[in-house]
C-alpha cells in the first residue's frame, strides 16, 4: 500500500480511528497538522 498524502487518507484502522477522534472534537482534517512523537 502507498503511503497517501494524508494519514486519514490511508485505508487502514488508524486512519478510520483517527477521522473518528476528529469528528468527535469537531475538527476539520484540513486543519491539522499530523506529526510524529517519540517519547524519550
Avoid: C, H, I, K
Avoid at 487502514?12 to 475538527?27: S, Y
Amino acid at each position: 500500500m502507498a503511503p497517501a498524502s494524508s494519514p486519514v487518507e490511508n485505508d487502514d484502522q488508524t486512519a478510520e480511528r483517527q477521522m473518528r477522534f476528529f469528528a468527535e472534537a469537531g475538527l476539520d482534517p484540513a486543519d491539522v497538522v499530523p506529526w510524529n512523537a517519540y517519547p524519550w
